[in-house]
């Protein structure tokens, strides 16, 4: 429904600002939750939470992956080697954690064991 069939020949210019206005659009869905590309976090679009770019990254890592290796978000997502010792994960996952609870209690991220987390929706 909202594709847009963009008529050639086009001025280069227009054709970027049409291109940004789509990929400004785009969201990632898991369940009733939807991310936009601006940050934004929303429930059944009522809801909204803003995200900082971190923890936008690692919900869009939880809501594509079934399983996240806590050492990917260190290295995918903080940008650290995977040998610095560091709290930035643990850091980042509470105020993620604290940000959902707010949100919805229908959402959580849950570690499987000491390495692994899964993002979890109920009903």
Known sequence: ???KIIHSPINIIDFEKEVFKHANNMS???GCFSLTNQNLLFENKKQHIYLTEPEAHII???FMNKLVKKD???TDVLKLNITVE???VETHLYRLR???SALSP???IVSDNK???IITKTN
């Open 98 to 100: 604290k940000k959902l």
């Open 1 to 3: 429904a909202n594709n």
């Open 72 to 74: 990917q978000i260190k």
């Open 86 to 88: 560091s709290k930035s």
């Open 60 to 62: 869009k890592l939880l």
């Open 115 to 117: 390495d692994n987390l």
């Open 106 to 108: 229908n959402i959580s």
């Open 28 to 30: 990632i869905k898991f």
